[in-house]
């Protein structure tokens, strides 16, 4: 894109340029504060260089709005970025946390099962007319059961 730019601006310099030897009549210019007479080459020749500069500067103030923009817009996206590591990590450590938590109420409950298990294996091994009541009232006090 940027030849055909290019391409395009010698061909209007080529145009100037033919229109301005065509017309090497003197003229007139007149200023605010005087005249003066200049050949019609010297003036066209001049004006298409001075529009130019013009445009020259109206796109080196665009191209460093455009810089100055873009730069502004890299900070606040690296402080994004920033923030997003940190959300993440924030993320990480609440994950591990809620893990430890749930972790916790399960192996309560594995506890309790085990607790479970073992009573149930104790009564089971208790002679048939013994009561789990009456084996820990044994267990409690033997010499009572003597007596």
Do not use: H
């Amino acid at each position: 894109m940027g030849s055909f730019y290019l391409i395009l601006g010698l061909v209007f310099s080529l145009i100037i340029a033919i229109v301005a030897l065509a017309n090497n009549e003197p003229v007139t210019v007149s200023y605010i504060f005087g005249r003066a007479e200049v050949s019609l080459i010297l003036l066209i020749l001049g004006s298409a260089f001075v529009g130019a500069l013009v445009m020259g500067f109206f796109a080196l103030f665009r191209s460093i709005r455009t810089a100055l923009s873009f730069r502004e817009m890299r900070q606040k996206n690296e402080a994004l970025q920033k923030q997003v590591r940190v959300l993440e990590e924030d993320k990480i450590y609440l994950e591990a946390e809620l893990n430890k938590e749930k972790s916790v109420p399960e192996e309560e409950e594995k506890a309790k099962e085990n607790n479970a298990d073992r009573q149930e294996k104790t009564q089971a091994e208790l002679q048939p007319g013994e009561t789990a009541a009456g084996q820990a009232e044994m267990d409690e006090d033997p010499d009572e059961s003597e007596r």
